[in-house]
């Protein structure tokens, strides 16, 4: 099984175009790409997203949730490792939010009427002084 992550790391040092949201294209070298997909390319081409304009940039970063389209070389995909599946029960989803076991949560006590006037718990109601 390929991630697609891996698979980018993969295709350092190749060439890769990228689609962006906007209709923009870039043609580089691919230099680096970070767990976010972030995206930074060496000797890019950049094509407006009408294809009439072009410029050449020596170096460009590109923020991964901007990315539309991605294409490598199929060369890339034979030098991809496939990455073990990984089977272990994933504990804290397992027990809920905050881990704790039902067996270790504090039993309710419900609180018991007092003897001054049926209130429960809490603070005495204070007197008005007479004046």
């Known amino acids: 099984?390929?991630?697609?992550?891996?698979?980018?790391?993969?295709?350092?040092?190749?060439?890769?175009?990228?689609?962006?949201?906007?209709?923009?294209?870039?043609?580089?070298?691919?230099?680096?790409?970070?767990?976010?997909?972030?995206?930074?390319?060496?000797?890019?081409?950049?094509?407006?997203?009408?294809?009439?304009?072009f410029w050449k940039i020596p170096e460009c970063f590109i923020r991964?949730?901007?990315?539309?389209?991605?294409?490598?070389?199929?060369?890339v995909i034979d030098l991809v490792k496939d990455e073990p599946i990984r089977r272990h029960q994933n504990y804290r989803s397992a027990r809920g939010r905050g881990g704790a076991r039902v067996g270790n949560r504090p039993q309710h006590v419900p609180n018991k009427k007092s003897k001054t006037g049926g209130q429960t718990g809490g603070r005495p109601k204070s007197k008005k002084s007479d004046q």
């Open 1 to 53: 099984m390929v991630l697609p992550l891996s698979l980018i790391q993969t295709a350092v040092d190749h060439p890769m175009l990228i689609e962006l949201k906007n209709g923009e294209t870039y043609n580089g070298n691919l230099v680096k790409c970070d767990t976010w997909m972030n995206i930074y390319l060496r000797e890019v081409i950049c094509t407006s997203k009408d294809g009439d304009q």
């Open 64 to 75: 991964g949730n901007t990315i539309k389209y991605m294409r490598i070389p199929d060369e």
